[in-house]
């Protein structure tokens, strides 16, 4: 083994030789070998079952994420559906104020289509806030106007100027208020 075998042995106190790569040998039985070859196939079986698990994750995620975007895309259908038919109504009405004598007729088909709407926005979980006596509250109510008042406490609702709406339990939209404000002076 030339000269750095011969330093490696003055080095290396039991006397072994230990190769010029500065690399230990190590000896194992058979036994051991294939101990730790069966471990080395073992971990070799995990990390190919982790790579596979990992793909088919990825191919999941993007999965779930193309049929939530198709979801999304679609998720109105039923919406529109149950909305076509007052639709058709809202045009036949237009159809016949163009021709009507009797606006009496003209007045109910119109208020018949308004009561279809509603009836729909309260199928779908649309709901109306309630305004009138009410106490001004700012989650729910958009004061537009402030009116002076002897006989109105502070805050409160004197009239709705734009309803507010609540889809599911949620703020759809404030409602426009007038609010009272006490006098100067008043009690």
Do not use: W
């Amino acid at each position: 083994m030339g000269n750095n075998a011969s330093k490696n042995n003055k080095n290396n106190k039991a006397g072994e030789e230990v190769p010029a790569s500065g690399a230990e040998e190590i000896i194992l039985t058979k036994k051991e070998y294939e101990e730790l070859k069966a471990k080395a196939d073992e971990r070799d079986g995990y990390f190919d079952k982790y790579v596979r698990a990992h793909a088919e994750f990825e191919n999941a995620r993007k999965r779930i994420e193309k049929d939530k975007v198709e979801y999304c895309k679609y998720a109105n259908e039923g919406f529109l559906l149950e909305f076509l038919p007052i639709l058709d109504n809202l045009e036949m009405a237009e159809k016949h104020i163009k021709e009507a004598k009797d606006f009496a007729a003209v007045r109910e088909g119109v208020d018949m289509i308004q009561m279809q709407i509603q009836k729909f926005l309260k199928d779908i979980g649309v709901e109306r806030i309630k305004v009138n006596g009410e106490k001004f509250d700012p989650h729910m109510h958009d004061p537009i106007e402030v009116a002076e008042s002897d006989d109105k406490d502070d805050g409160k609702i004197l009239a709705e100027l734009k309803p507010g709406y609540r889809f599911n339990g949620r703020l759809l939209r404030p409602a426009s208020v007038k609010i009272a404000k006490k006098k100067e002076g008043g009690k």
